[in-house]
């Protein structure tokens, strides 16, 4: 069974950075496209960004371009989001998620398996 575990979530002043990340286990790494979706209260689950298989190809929101980067590490089998320049805006619980088909990145109904979270706050 395949199992992600988000960490590196918290509390940060705007302006601040925090790195998120994913690890994965229980099914081959290499064979997932990854995602990273936010979740603000009373709304809707918000794709953030996403990483192809051999990390080879990356695509962000607009929210997000500029100032988040994804990556991963195929060996260690981990995805993470660092994320400069933090707003207010940005706090949500943020979700890691994988994918086996080639489609839609932005789509989090593409997504086959999910993490259980990670809060971030951003104070003002």
């Known amino acids: 069974q395949v199992q992600l575990v988000e960490s590196g979530g918290g509390l940060v002043q705007a302006g601040g950075s925090l790195r998120l990340s994913c690890a994965v286990s229980?099914?081959?790494?290499?064979?997932?496209?990854m995602g990273w979706f936010r979740q603000a209260p009373g709304k809707e689950r918000d794709f953030v960004a996403a990483?192809?298989?051999?990390?080879?190809?990356?695509f962000y929101a607009d929210s997000g371009e500029g100032r988040f980067t994804i990556s991963r590490d195929n060996a260690e089998n981990t995805v993470s989001l660092q994320m400069n320049s933090l707003k207010p805006e940005d706090t949500a619980v943020y979700y890691c998620?994988?994918?086996?088909?080639?489609?839609?990145?932005?789509?989090?109904?593409?997504?086959?398996?999910w993490g259980q979270g990670t809060q971030v706050t951003v104070s003002s």
């Open positions: 998620a994988a994918k086996i088909i080639h489609s839609n990145y932005m789509d989090p109904t593409e997504y086959d398996y």
């Open positions: 229980g099914g081959t790494f290499s064979r997932y496209d």
């Open positions: 990483i192809s298989r051999s990390g080879g190809s990356t």
